[in-house]
């Protein structure tokens, strides 16, 4: 492996490892789009989400002790999902759900992020942006006015890690609850990929029995 020392990292025992499959991925990304704005405890969070990326942040928000997270998606079934977690849910963004410290946006819907962040967005609020992969065009005025502070991009994972082992372990972030489904890697997996609504796990034959069971 290259550069092994700097790019491994040992997991927890006693943990089913297939929890881990994304720490050095979304799951970190996760964790980092929300931990570093958590100052007092009481923020208020709005998570715009598509699929698994803004329930990986709603999860990490809830593991971290914030009990006012509002999580908008189209997807009833992501909308579920969030609900499980203890989050308020809606199918839509509406100018009277905030004002809101921290907006993660997931939703890969550039309308909103234009539009509707900033209506709902506290003075010196922040936006963390983990869903775009499209040129957009901001209102520079109206994000001057309000003293937003926009950061755009995934994290570089390394530095996450071992905080993500650290709540997945204790169970209080639970991935495996979140994806998509979990299937044989020997199944048809170019169909399993077309199907699945959030995040995909395959598992070889021979790691099988380590799992509770395949769903």
């Not at 639970?174 to 609504?197: E, K, N, T």
């Not at 995040?199 to 769903?215: E, F, K, M």
Request: contains cysteine; aromatic residues 8%; negative net charge.
């Amino acid at each position: 492996v290259p550069f092994a020392d700097s790019m491994l990292f040992k997991l927890p025992p006693d943990v089913d490892p297939t929890e881990f499959v994304a720490s050095g991925d979304n799951l970190a990304v996760g964790y980092a789009s929300i931990a570093p704005h958590i100052k007092s405890g009481s923020e208020r969070v709005l998570i715009l989400g598509s699929g698994i990326n803004g329930l990986y942040v709603a999860a990490f928000a809830r593991a971290l002790g914030l009990s006012d997270v509002v999580y908008v998606d189209e997807d009833p079934e992501n909308l579920r999902q969030a609900a499980g977690l203890g989050c308020a849910s809606s199918g839509t963004l509406e100018r009277d759900m905030g004002p809101f410290d921290v907006v993660v946006d997931a939703s890969c819907d550039p309308k909103l992020l234009r539009r509707r962040v900033l209506q709902v967005l506290q003075p010196e609020g922040v936006v963390e942006c983990v869903g775009h992969m499209q040129d957009i065009t901001l209102d520079g005025w109206a994000w001057y006015g309000r003293g937003a502070t926009f950061h755009c991009g995934v994290c570089s994972s390394s530095p996450h890690v071992e905080q993500v082992f650290r709540y997945v372990a204790a169970g209080a972030v639970l991935p495996s609850q979140l994806w998509s489904d979990l299937v044989p890697f020997d199944d048809d997996l170019p169909r399993a990929f077309v199907a699945h609504r959030r995040q995909l796990v395959a598992v070889r034959p021979d790691q099988q029995s380590i799992h509770t069971g395949l769903r």
